[in-house]
């Protein structure tokens, strides 16, 4: 067997993982070619067949799935090789970061602040995204850490080669005019903590309902808990804007999803939903075996206590 090079060993795991040379060409930014010819190589230097024809495209043969097993480790242990020869070292460099805005605002940015102080050689690059897009980024090393985050009724699904430390959760209610709040869920004397979830949106089963344009998490939580109440969610609008969101409700056009801390617009209210509880959980995602690059290291170490 031939000596292996890395880079081949990321083609055939990119493959296991996405399951078409055209869906590893495009999470690389390469071509459907060049990925065969890669793989074509490693065949060559393994003395194995590492691919099979599947109707239009291949598959991994058992052998090809047994080495896109070890390429994982061997990725991982080649990154966290590359990052820990100097585990001493003063932080430096420049950190990329993907998150969405709230976590950005509220927990990156005084990190930001710190280290401008105390470890001026860290610069930081941030970049605002929806999960998908920070993970998509994080796949193909466009950056370094991904603060993504998810609800407790739609979780997301991540691949096994990223390594999350969870940060924080928030409740999340449902966003509605105040007029309408108090005229359709009022408060029963003697009936408990008031309605559940499946309570409050058949409440508003009739209205337009608002979505997130970036990020389809809100449209499932939407949907699943509407599906509980017996009827189809007319999902009318769009946006990713927590400010736009409210101004649609203000102005009639729908109701949606809104953190249960937000601080108080007059003319909505926020019902808590509960049983189920719609929770917003937020994670700090790196490339497993990159942790341990200092600057990548104090960052996370501050968002462990934050």
Not at 33 to 41: D, E
Not at 217 to 223: N, Q, S, Y
Not at 249 to 273: E, F, K, S
């Amino acid at each position: 067997m031939d000596c292996m090079e890395t880079r081949r060993l990321q083609y055939l795991y990119e493959l296991s993982r996405m399951g078409s040379m055209r869906g590893v060409a495009d999470l690389l930014g390469t071509t459907t070619s060049t990925v065969s010819q890669q793989i074509a190589l490693l065949a060559r230097e393994t003395g194995a067949r590492l691919l099979e024809p599947e109707g239009r495209g291949v598959r991994l043969t058992p052998a090809g799935r047994r080495l896109a097993e070890h390429a994982e480790s061997i990725l991982a242990a080649v990154d966290a090789a590359r990052l820990d020869l100097d585990p001493s070292a003063e932080p430096s460099g420049t950190l990329r970061v993907a998150g969405f805005a709230t976590a950005i605002r509220s927990t990156l940015m005084p990190i930001i602040d710190e280290l401008a102080e105390r470890h001026p050689k860290v610069g930081i690059v941030v970049l605002e995204h929806e999960p998908a897009e920070a993970l998509k980024q994080l796949a193909v090393d466009g950056i370094d850490l991904a603060l993504t985050y998810d609800y407790s009724l739609a979780p997301d699904q991540v691949d096994p080669g990223i390594e999350t430390l969870p940060l924080w959760s928030t409740p999340w209610g449902l966003g509605v005019p105040t007029a309408d709040a108090d005229h359709l869920v009022a408060p029963r004397p003697g009936t408990g903590p008031g309605p559940d979830a499946v309570e409050v949106f058949t409440a508003f089963r009739g209205h337009h309902w608002i979505g997130n344009s970036r990020n389809i998490a809100d449209e499932t939580v939407l949907r699943m808990i509407s599906s509980m109440a017996g009827f189809e969610p007319d999902l009318r609008h769009q946006s990713d804007s927590l400010d736009l969101v409210e101004d649609l409700i203000l102005a009639g056009l729908g109701v949606g999803l809104l953190p249960g801390d937000r601080p108080r617009r007059d003319g909505i209210t926020i019902l808590p939903l509960r049983d189920p509880e719609v929770r917003l959980r937020a994670f700090a995602r790196t490339r497993r075996g990159r942790s341990a690059w200092p600057a990548l290291a104090l960052v996370l170490d501050r968002l462990r206590g934050s």
